[in-house]
């Protein structure tokens, strides 16, 4: 009983975290968000819940993966999202930002479903939609570059890093039951589309 309880909070955790719209944008077109220097870097996917949010589900999806899945994963996802940050400081913003972000973090919430197997390959071939996250910071870039970039980056991969273990739990709780996590997490993140 202890343990379903536990599952049961954890689950509930997690969709109360996800389902909290208005704490979720992290790119409000607002000069609230003035991105330069280390600190800003590091911060920012801590702070902006779309981000964590996406970021800890990316890494969740590698959890239960062979080693080589995982590193092809961290490299697929680092390349996405250096390359994003280049595009957005290179060509500036686009309308469907926003919507990018959450369907990337819709995505890995649903497929956390699947079994490890095939979670591996989709989480590298996946590892596309990061490249939405890079991209929104890139457009908000101002102050220095290689700090914001080196901090971003770092704790982007710190992260995904810490979503290794909430994957290990998800993939304890039997498919059925995680199918209706992951489609809980998913509607909860919809309603950040609004």
Known sequence: MKHLTRKAS???LTLATVA??????????????VHGGLMAG???????????????LFGA????????????????AGISLAAGFAGGIALGGHVAME?????SALLFAAAL????????????????LLGAHGWAHGVEMTGSLAGFGA?????????????????????????ALRAI?????????????G
């Open 61 to 76: 999806l590698l959890a239960g993966t062979t080693l080589k899945e995982k590193q092809l994963g961290f490299a697929a």
């Open 10 to 12: 954890t689950a509930a």
């Open 99 to 103: 919507a990018l972000i959450t369907g």
């Open 151 to 175: 901090g971003f980056l770092a704790s982007s991969v710190l992260l995904m890093l810490a979503g290794l273990p909430l994957g290990q739990q998800i993939q304890k709780i039997a498919p």
């Open 181 to 193: 996590l992951a489609a809980g997490a998913a509607l909860g993140l919809m309603l950040l589309a």
């Open 20 to 33: 909290l719209p208005a704490a979720a944008i992290a790119h409000t077109g607002e000069g609230a968000h």
């Open 113 to 128: 479903a699947f079994p490890a197997s095939v979670r591996g390959k989709a989480a590298c071939a996946v590892a596309i």
């Open 42 to 56: 590091l911060t920012h996917p801590v702070t902006g819940m779309d981000h964590l949010v996406a970021l800890v």
